[in-house]
């Protein structure tokens, strides 16, 4: 990279530069990675996506699942099997249901409660003849249900040609679920690597260099994964499938971002040491305060997940910062040891050369992108500010909760079987709720249900424990507005029985919780998320007006990538709607790492300022940081959008609407709004640090427009 000035006088780099550092650094991480590889595949182990894990304690849903998992007879995973034959049902199909029910009754014989009698559930006929089901309660003792639908599906295989069967139920959704997150940990890292090497092999354009990033940053992988599962193990913190695939994301993008923003001052200091270490003390200098500064950012905001009400929610915040900080400590730490150690070689083809002349630095892209900005700062704030409000118009479009049967990009089993359900028993075609009461309430409580808006049957079970039980099937689809509505019913007229002790779950009224929290969960951390990393760019930049205009710009940029992902999952995608965590954690991802962008800029221009003013500040700093910034916009863009080739909606959604708004923040809000804003606010955008004050010229001298004014004495 050529330069235009010989770099300021630094203190010498003293003992950091030795020739024993380096080979020190990566001792210890060798013996770091000798006990914490073995500890991050133990991640795996300590996973959840079970719905009583993720809501908080007290949530009614969480109660009712925490009194099933207690009572006898509770412990059970409910499948229900629906048989149908388009030309209606004949002797001989219904005479195989029947024999299927007996095996499988045999096989899986549901609990009793004491002093009841085990007459399980009958096989029933639909009024149109042409479908005939039955439930099976199969209890947890027997397995998990994705180890359970796979053989129930199997065992109900010999059938006459023309019978056909769905296996479905609640059971059947969360076997179903869980088998598109088997083996997603995995999938992620690979599909990671190999994105993450593709975009470096291109970057670097060298046979050798890329595979050292790659190397640091997957061994920061893995001590992150290490470090998550003893958090887990020490603390209890919630982790599930999604946020053990965002955690490789997480590591994999924000670690290659530090890595070229390392490497691109590593590359500018050989150019003016001739000791490697030298330069790299410098580079180290130069770099981490912006890299330190984007990480305390990120982490920030990250922890203030803490005061979420959800515990999915709430965990992502010490997994998600517990990986910025192993990346932070990599890549700070081992990968400047490792391209020290060996040497400039590892540039090869392009080695920078060690020269004491002064090279002329020719304009570059970015350096008439700049210039041209400059002369246009008025268009290119409007016309930035056009192209996302356009893009926020998006927002208009189907914003509406995604159900749970439209989570999959390939509908399973599972959830054609409550399309058919409800096809031939309309009365039975929603998700059952249980209500509990107290035995001497049931009667009066399950009166009460049945004459409930909504409610299709409501059938008395079993009474143990204390406590009696009532199974409650709406009459509407299933995570749908209309059966929420007859969930909430419900829940206030039982609770209006006095004594009665009524609460009321079940796998809808678990969804129904979970939007609700997650609601809630929005409502508190987005404003705490936006006063954190304010506070942090206002103590980074020493200024009140960057921070807030910065800030602005991240929003707007959140409102046009959000608006423009909406128009893609409604009008091309096909999507039923956006998931209810989509939101927010879209918006703490976003504004997180798209501040991280606009930090690297305004820290390098800060800095320039001081010895060119504002505006060739600005400048100098978008020529200097262009190129690798946006290198670090790509590939981070890149490795959320490897989420978009999972089979999941929401973590498609995720990670496209991830991926396409930090593309937005580093190619138009980062390159064009940013530095436009800044040369029309002038030195003002620095206020009220001594930047913005004017200088005082010697006598005789013209004052310069704010923007142009000479280098402050220092």
Known sequence: MAVNAAPPRQAPPGRLAGRWVPWLVIGLWMALAAVMVPLSGKLSSVTTDRAVDTLPADAESTKVAVLEDSLPGGEDNTFVFVYHRAGGMTDADRATVERHYDALAGRYPPKAAAGEDDEGPATRPSTDGKAMMFTLDVSTTYGAPEALVGPLRDAAKDRPAGLELEVTGPAAVDGDMDAVFDGIDLQVFLTTVIVVTVLLVLTYR?????FIPLVVVGAAALTAMATVYLLVKGFGIVVNDQNSALLTILVFGVGTDYALLLIARYRETLHHHENVRVAMVHALRGAAPAIVASAATVVAGLLCLLVADLNST???GPIGAAGILCALVAMLTLFPAVLVVLGRRIFWPAIPRFSAAVE???????????STISRRRWVATLGSLGILGVLAIGLAGNTGALREQDQFLSAPESVTGFTV???HFPELGGQPMTVFTRPAYQERVLDIVEGTPGVAVAVPGQTSGGWADISVFPTDAPDTVAEYDTIKRVRTAVHAVSGAEAIVGGPSAENLDTEVTTRRDEKVVIPLV???????LALLLRAIVAPLVLMATVIVSFAAAFGGSVFIF???LGF?????SVPLLAFLFLVALGVDYNIFLASRAREETVRLGTREGMLKALSATGGVITSAGLVLAATF??????????LIEVGFLVAFGVLLDALLVRSVLVPALTLLIGRRMWWPSRLSRPVELPDGQRPLVDDQEPALQR
């Not at 060298?206 to 890329?210: A, E, G, K, Q, R």
């Not at 039923?576 to 209810?580: E, F, M, T």
């Not at 989420?643 to 909606?649: A, D, F, G, I, S």
């Open 360 to 370: 002329e630095a020719k304009p570059g892209l970015w350096g008439r992108l700049g």
């Open 641 to 650: 959008a490897v989420l978009t080739t999972l089979p999941l909606v929401m």
């Open 314 to 316: 709430s965990g992502l």
């Open 576 to 580: 039923k709607g956006v998931d209810y």
């Open 570 to 572: 409604d009008t091309i």
């Open 421 to 423: 359900l409800r096809q």
């Open 530 to 536: 936006l006063a954190v990393v304010l506070i942090v």
């Open 206 to 210: 060298s046979p050798v260099l890329w």
